[in-house]
Nanobody, 124 residues
């Protein structure tokens, strides 16, 4: 089994920056990709950003391009999400995900393991 744990969420003002972290533990033999998704109350979970573990190719939702940056530390099995210029519409529970097989990395179905989420609230 693989366990994912997110950290770094909280309450911030619009325009602020926050960095989320997610560390994978357990049977992390060879990570293919890790990603961030988010879900606002009453809405579906949506893709935010993903990164391929080998090579580091990145993918972003249009809504966060230019503001968010995903990165990873292979040795630590950790993925980060640097969020700048936060807006109230970024308010959501942010979930970390990981996959250990070759799948499409921009959709929920591409991931095998999920964290419990961390709340990010952006006030105006």
């Amino acid at each position: 089994q693989v366990q994912l744990k997110e950290s770094g969420g909280g309450l911030v003002q619009a325009g602020a920056s926050v960095r989320l972290s997610c560390t994978a533990s357990g049977r992390t033999f060879s990570t293919y990709a890790m990603a961030w998704f988010r879900q606002a109350p009453g809405k579906e979970r949506e893709f935010v950003a993903a990164i391929r573990w080998i090579g580091g190719s990145t993918y972003y939702a249009d809504s966060v391009k230019g503001r968010f940056t995903i990165s990873r530390d292979n040795a630590k099995n950790t993925v980060y999400l640097q969020m700048n210029s936060l807006k109230p519409e970024d308010t959501a529970v942010y979930y970390c995900a990981a996959t250990y097989s070759y799948k499409v990395v921009t959709v929920m179905a591409g991931y095998d393991y999920w964290g419990q989420g961390t709340q990010v609230t952006v006030s105006s």
